[in-house]
């Protein structure tokens, strides 16, 4: 029994201090001119289904909940964010190619057709970023309109 005590303390003193490793946090008060709201005139009802279902992660402005001042959960949203980015970033849009543009708007289209995304875990979390039927179908036919209007 004395050893399960000493191996919870040990426990505890890591977790309390991990919580002094601060963790990058993925926050910015600006918009950039590449972003692709700006850029393709982003109708509103798909705006606020971009930002509310993938700006989180796809994004330079994440808004944290609550529970990102914790360890190990903070670590595992950066890493989490840091793979959304480096796979597709709203924030630097523009600075794609059309060539690149076209093949990030057919994968969105696959994702979203598939619910491979939102993630799952994000809407445990996030109900707001649940796609109803109708607002998958609006989006997809206007990522597919911006996909059409590049290959011309």
């Given at each position: 029994?004395?050893?399960?005590?000493?191996?919870?303390?040990?426990?505890?003193v890591?977790?309390?201090?991990?919580?002094?490793v601060?963790?990058?946090?993925?926050?910015?008060?600006?918009?950039?001119?590449?972003?692709?709201?700006?850029?393709?005139?982003?109708?509103?009802?798909i705006?606020?289904?971009?930002q509310?279902?993938?700006?989180?992660?796809?994004?330079n402005?994440?808004?944290?909940?609550?529970?990102?001042?914790?360890?190990p959960?903070?670590?595992?949203?950066?890493?989490?964010?840091?793979e959304?980015?480096?796979e597709?970033?709203?924030?630097?849009?523009?600075s794609?190619?059309?060539?690149?543009?076209a093949?990030?708007?057919?994968s969105?289209?696959?994702?979203?057709?598939?619910?491979?995304?939102?993630?799952?875990?994000?809407?445990?979390?996030h109900?707001?970023?649940?796609?109803?039927?109708?607002?998958?179908k609006?989006?997809?036919?206007?990522?597919?309109?911006?996909?059409?209007?590049?290959?011309?």
């Open positions: 029994m004395k050893m399960v005590k000493i191996i919870v303390l040990v426990l505890l890591i977790f309390v201090g991990i919580q002094f601060p963790s990058e946090r993925n926050q910015s008060n600006l918009v950039p001119e590449a972003d692709f709201l700006l850029v393709n005139h982003t109708p509103e009802n705006g606020k289904l971009l509310v279902s993938c700006y989180d992660c796809h994004s402005n994440t808004e944290y909940p609550w529970y990102n001042k914790i360890q959960a903070a670590w595992f949203l950066e890493d989490h964010i840091n959304g980015k480096a597709l970033n709203f924030s630097t849009w523009d794609l190619s059309s060539r690149r543009k093949s990030k708007l057919r969105i289209i696959k994702q979203i057709e598939s619910d491979e995304m939102p993630l799952f875990s994000y809407t445990l979390i109900r707001e970023a649940v796609f109803s039927d109708a607002e998958k609006n989006f997809i036919q206007y990522i597919t309109q911006l996909k059409d209007s590049l290959s011309h």
